[in-house]
T-cell receptor, first 115, second 113 residues
């Protein structure tokens, strides 16, 4: 089992550019979560999917952020346009069932720097 | 606002010292509780969890946590820490009615060799 795979590991971009973060969950896992980690706010839940359907996106900070899960093995988090305050580590996690009952398996994260 | 609070942002201990990291949550109703650990340069991984039953739960690497419902607390403990326990520790609460997991801001633990 390769675990949750995120790409890229690091992304440096200029303000105003579009950024796309990618995630491949563990095969067979039905739930997928996107978190953002910063020093100030810790780990924030942005959005989560169950069976490819977005269940709760109330944590998505603004319309600049969007997430998709076109199939069970792939999800993207897009920021357009990016801003310096978006700089953070973005984690994807998956679980076999609803996250409340199943421990989350995290990817290694994408460290985003917006200059 | 409902939240998960970890009282200590940064803890420094010597090897063999005892550890207790605090976690309190402010949700009413039924919750599931977790502690995750993030070793330097690695992703978060599960340390232990509480769903029901014995409120004292054992996790990996000698860690344990006690759920005290009346205090809305789920403190993490280890009787004797090792240098390899240097990491960031996150408490997490899953609200069963909301189907959502909320993390605390984390506690950075630094063990002096």
């Amino acid at each position: 089992d390769a675990g949750v795979i995120q790409s890229p590991r690091h992304e440096v971009t200029e303000m105003g550019q579009e950024v796309t973060l990618r995630c491949k969950p563990i095969s067979g896992h039905n739930s997928l979560f996107w978190y953002r980690q910063t020093m100030m706010r810790g780990l924030e839940l942005l959005i989560y999917f169950n069976n490819n359907v977005p269940i709760d996106d109330s944590g998505m900070p603004e319309d600049r952020f969007s997430a998709k899960m076109p199939n069970a093995s792939f999800s993207t988090l897009k920021i357009q346009p990016s801003e310096p305050r978006d700089s953070a580590v973005y984690f994807c996690a998956s679980s076999p069932g609803p996250g409340i009952n199943s421990p989350l398996h995290f990817g290694n994260g994408t460290r985003l720097t917006v200059t | 606002a409902q939240s998960v609070s970890q009282h200590n942002h940064h803890v420094i201990l010597s090897e063999a010292a005892s550890l207790e990291l605090g976690c309190n949550y402010s949700y009413g109703g039924t919750v599931n509780l977790f502690w995750y650990v993030q070793y330097p340069g690695q992703h978060l991984q599960l340390l232990l969890k509480y769903f029901s039953g014995d409120p004292l739960v054992k996790g990996i690497k000698g860690f344990e946590a006690e759920f005290i419902k009346s205090k809305f607390s789920f403190n993490l403990r280890k009787p004797s820490v090792q240098w390899s326990d240097t990491a960031e520790y996150f408490c997490a609460v899953a609200k069963l009615r909301d189907d959502k997991i909320i993390f605390g801001k984390g506690t950075r633990l630094h063990i002096l060799p």
